[in-house]
């Protein structure tokens, strides 16, 4: 039972790049969620997903886009990368929103030069 | 915005000794969690305590609630070398969405 898989784990781009961050979950959850971790911050929620086929702006939304593939899977798109966004980013999941435990992948950790 | 804010920053205690962390936050919440973050891992739950709970334990977590306070407490006893972590409070509050604090990091000496 995988839980909640990230992909790629390490990921190293140029100030301009695309990048799509992969997320799968295996718990037949409905709500999925992007954080990003930066030092001495905590996470910060950049989108979610409620449900299939929906998806909101959370806290942090400005230079990401994400797709709700199907149930299973949630990815996060960098269109242009900027230095600022070198962090590590958490794919989570619930089995719906509020007042559920989130279960977390083991992150993306990415850099922008 | 954090909606909570973990007190210390940073916690070391020995082996078998009790660890206190407090958690305070701004606003009403529905619920608050509790999260553990081993080095180089994703967060883990712990514990979800309601609004209209005062204290949860599970197995050496206790968790309290005090929402006249807007406070909360994680009490791990008896520690051990695996407690070593940064521990995360969440709250839940507006529209569902989690706001985590910038956590606790605990260390655990032999």
């Known amino acids: 039972n995988a839980g909640v898989t990230q992909t790629p784990k390490f990921q190293v781009l140029k100030t301009g790049q695309s990048m799509t961050l992969q997320c799968a979950q295996d718990?037949?959850?409905?709500?999925m969620y992007w954080y990003r971790q930066d030092p001495g911050m905590g996470l910060r929620l950049i989108y979610y997903?409620?449900?299939?086929?929906?998806?909101d702006k959370g806290e942090v939304p400005n230079g990401y886009n994400v797709s709700r593939l199907n149930k299973r899977e949630f990815s996060l798109r960098l269109e242009s990368a900027a230095p600022s966004q070198t962090s590590v980013y958490f794919c989570?999941?619930?089995?719906?929103?509020?007042?559920?435990?989130?279960?977390f992948g083991d992150g993306t950790r990415l850099s922008i030069l | 915005s954090q909606q909570g804010e973990e007190d210390p920053q940073a916690l070391s205690i020995q082996e078998g000794e009790n660890a206190t962390m407090n958690c305070s936050y701004k606003t009403s919440i529905n619920n608050l969690q509790w999260y553990r973050q081993n080095s180089g891992r994703g967060l883990v739950h712990l514990i979800l305590i309601r609004s209209n709970e005062r204290e949860k334990h599970s197995g050496r977590l206790r968790v309290t609630l005090d929402t006249s306070k807007k406070s909360s407490s994680l009490l791990i006893t008896a520690s051990r070398a695996a407690d070593t972590a940064s521990y995360f409070c969440a709250t839940d509050a507006r529209d569902y969405k989690l706001s985590f604090g910038a956590g606790t990091t605990v260390t655990v000496r032999a």
């Open positions: 989570a999941s619930s089995e719906w929103k509020g007042n559920q435990p989130q279960h």
């Open positions: 718990m037949n959850h409905n709500s």
């Open positions: 997903s409620a449900s299939e086929g929906t998806t």
